[in-house]
Nanobody, 122 residues
Framework: QLQASGGGLVQAGGSLRLSCAASGRTFSLYGMGWFRQAPGKEREFVAAIRWSGDFTYYADSVKGRFTISRDNAKNTMYLQMNSLKPEDTAVYLC?????????????????WGQGTLVTVSS
């Protein structure tokens, strides 16, 4: 089970940190990812991280502004979001990968959290 938290309302240029807490004993074995879905739009990839935390992947739209990380001892993944823009407004969802490596593809994820809403005002 995955529980995302940390969303909220922030002004453009502000920051938020999202967390994704996982239950179970196998968190450290799998790649994890963050995706987002804005109203009326398809779910899109944001960032992913390998099981070990040593490889990360980002969508071009967030590269340089967002940082994904994980703490396997705490079964938790994070997404630090800086320099937020109104176009970052969406429900952010965390997901567990089918494999140890991270992935940009939705099809490579098999468990999804319920999402947390991020709203960036201009």
């Amino acid at each position: 089970q995955l529980q995302a938290s940390g969303g909220g309302l922030v002004q453009a240029g502000g920051s938020l940190r999202l967390s994704c807490a996982a239950s179970g004993r196998t968190f450290s074995l799998y790649g994890m990812g963050w995706f987002r879905q804005a109203p009326g739009k398809e779910r899109e990839f944001v960032a992913a991280i390998r099981w070990s935390g040593d490889f990360t992947y980002y969508a071009d739209s967030v590269k340089g502004r967002f940082t994904i990380s994980r703490d396997n001892a705490k079964n938790t993944m994070y997404l630090q979001m800086n320099s937020l823009k109104p176009e970052d407004t969406a429900v952010y969802l965390c997901a567990k990968g089918r494999h140890g490596s991270g992935s940009r593809s939705l099809d490579d994820y098999d468990y999804w959290g319920q999402g947390t809403l991020v709203t960036v005002s201009s």
